[in-house]
């Protein structure tokens, strides 16, 4: 029998320790619903156990057993490619957050909401007839290129280390963001089956499809919101050949598609 235990206890220690060693980049699906945060302690929980770690706590960040972060929130709403650090790979976000990011969008016109996607409240009601697919082609050209941007009130920007959305949640009064400037390098309209439209983005970072859906409404006469998002690339990773879906969450499936540290990244740690 305690030659039993010793063997499991090594075993465990064994699993645990390739997880440890991990270092570099792979890419996950989150599908709608889940912050990006969950899904990232969803997948360390997961790790974890296969590694025999009882009652793992994804959360606790002292004494973590298992260094991971994600390179760039998707909403809960999105779904799509989350690129995740794992060890010295979480040195590497920092790009993840800046590069290039391609998304599918889907908007709805002739209604806004507070949140400026299908998970708020309608805020605003107009009319969309007049609008026709040349229009939005007009339009969208406005929008490619360097542009200023205002982010929405509901998102992950942070007022005093609160959440603009928890803040907003609670009930507090939270004003708009300062317009920056982000990078739109390519957007066309794929489909436009009134009221709802199809849009391939390719971004820079810190882009907000949803501010640009809500701006795009406003330019048209009308208002509008997403009703879909998925991020299809992020960086090197696309949604057709990289990512993992949950059923595929075990150290062997990261070791084949692990990205390992070149060692020349900026050491700055995304923040998660």
């Known amino acids: 029998m305690a030659g039993n235990i010793s063997n499991t206890g090594a075993t465990i220690s064994s699993s645990l320790s390739k997880l440890q060693s991990l270092n570099g980049l792979f890419a996950i699906y989150k599908k709608q619903g ?3 945060a969950d899904v990232l302690n969803t997948l360390k929980a997961a790790l974890l156990r296969e590694a025999g770690v009882q009652n793992p706590n994804p959360r606790k960040r002292k004494k973590q057993s298992l260094k991971m972060g994600h390179g760039g929130t998707l909403d809960s709403a ?3 490619v989350l690129v995740v650090g794992v060890g010295s790979g979480t040195k590497m976000l920092s790009t993840m957050l ?3 990011k391609k998304y599918v969008a889907v908007g709805e016109l002739g209604k806004a909401t507070d949140t400026l996607d299908a998970t708020g409240s309608v805020t605003l009601e ?5 609008i026709t697919r040349m229009d939005i082609e007009e339009k969208l050209k406005n929008f490619v290129g360097d542009i200023m941007q205002v982010p929405p009130l509901y998102s992950a920007l942070k007022k005093d280390g609160q959440r603009l959305s928890v803040l907003l949640k609670q009930g507090h009064k939270v004003e708009a963001k300062p317009a920056r400037a982000v990078t739109v390098y390519n957007l066309t309209l794929q489909e436009f089956k009134p009221p709802v439209f199809t849009l391939d983005i390719e971004c820079g970072g810190g882009f907000y499809v949803r501010s640009l859906v809500d701006d795009l409404g406003k330019a048209l006469s009308s208002c509008a ?3 879909e998002l998925i991020r299809t690339k992020q960086g090197q990773f696309t949604l057709e050949d990289h990512v993992l879906h949950e059923e595929h969450w075990t150290l062997e499936h ?3 598609s692990l990205q390992p540290c070149s060692g020349s990244e900026p050491a700055e740690e995304a923040d998660t």
């Not at 107009?126 to 007049?130: I, L, P, Q, R, V």
């Open 254 to 256: 990261i070791l084949k």
């Open 34 to 36: 889940p912050t990006s």
């Open 225 to 227: 919101h997403v009703k």
């Open 98 to 100: 800046t590069g290039s």
């Open 78 to 80: 999105a779904s799509g």
């Open 126 to 130: 107009k009319d969309f007839e007049h």
